[in-house]
């Protein structure tokens, strides 16, 4: 999978679909926006939480989502191997194929991160 191209599609179709009901996107970013905030749990732990529910729920969109946050947010290879450790445990056969590809999308959008 190229994930590059796989997100930039997925994030059109969103937005052609978003017009079509812009009432419901702006209460899913505000539900988003609360959720995400840094409170008990930092944003960081939030989203390695959102990623094992991307894999366990096999959702390639949010696993693209949800590892470029995590990129954003600093994570490392050896931290994300671990949450992919433990979806894969939660989650079988399954979730091993899907940590797979949260790995290999990690690689792709750490490209050139320092």
Excluded at 44 to 55: Q, S
Excluded at 88 to 102: E, L, Q, R
């Amino acid at each position: 999978m190229d994930w590059k191209t796989f997100m930039a599609e997925t994030e059109a179709n969103i937005g052609s679909f978003s017009k079509e009901v812009p009432d419901t996107v702006r209460g899913f970013g505000a539900m988003g926006q609360a959720a995400k905030k840094d409170g008990a749990l930092s944003e960081k732990t939030k989203e390695f939480i959102a990623l094992g529910i991307a894999i366990a729920t096999r959702c390639d969109s949010c696993i693209g989502f949800h590892v470029r946050s995590l990129v954003r947010l600093g994570a490392t290879r050896g931290e994300l191997s671990e949450a992919l450790a433990m979806a894969t445990y939660m989650g079988g056969g399954p979730s091993y194929a899907y940590s797979a590809k949260a790995l290999k999308a990690f690689d792709v959008f750490s490209e050139g991160q320092p």
